[in-house]
């Protein structure tokens, strides 16, 4: 079948809410968003924690290292989510180019969490490189704008600002 394109009308109709483009109406509901998830990870008592993953405190507690993966401004992300995950973790964190990732054969280490950033969760390369990590036997988390995008869809838990339930597929 062959895919749909939506027409500029409808495109328009997706509500921008006044702002001339996607990227400025994002830019401007980033701090509400931020705030939003940070308080989704706050228990009572003020502990962090991770809600709505699929991953269990064993496994989170088995992880020996932590890749990033992504492309373009989400690299650019994952980039500052490497110092704050080494701090946070005390793990060695390391962000790549998901077009390296997918096209050359990368050591992935036991108990290794390879995070996937993506705005759309369509982009090939992230995709590709999702399968090249879930196939070496990495843990996956995908944190994406759009819930069920196939990012979301095809790793082992993912994370969406727009969708806060869970989102995973379990093997």
């Known amino acids: 079948m062959p895919l749909r394109r939506r027409t500029s009308s409808e495109n328009e109709s997706r509500t921008k809410d006044g702002y001339p483009h996607y990227m400025l ?28 993953l699929s991953f269990t405190a064993q496994e989170i507690r088995a992880f020996s290292r932590i890749t990033i993966a992504a492309s373009g401004s989400s690299r650019h992300a994952g980039m500052v989510g490497e110092f704050m995950l080494e701090r946070l973790t005390g793990l060695p964190a390391h962000v790549d180019f998901a077009s390296q990732y997918c096209y ?4 992935v280490a036991p108990q290794e969490l390879t995070i996937f950033l993506s705005q759309s969760g369509t982009t090939i390369d992230t995709l590709a490189a999702l ?25 082992d838990a ?13 093997n």
């Open 104 to 107: 050359r054969d990368p050591v």
């Open 131 to 155: 399968q090249v990590a879930r196939r070496k036997g990495a843990k996956s988390l995908a944190i994406c704008n759009v819930a069920d995008a196939p990012l979301t869809q095809n790793a």
């Open 25 to 52: 109406k994002e830019i401007h509901e980033q701090p509400q968003v931020v705030r939003r998830l940070i308080a989704e990870g706050i228990d009572r008592s003020g502990r962090i924690f991770l809600p709505n």
């Open 158 to 170: 993912g994370k969406s600002p727009s969708q806060p339930r869970k989102v995973s597929r379990r």
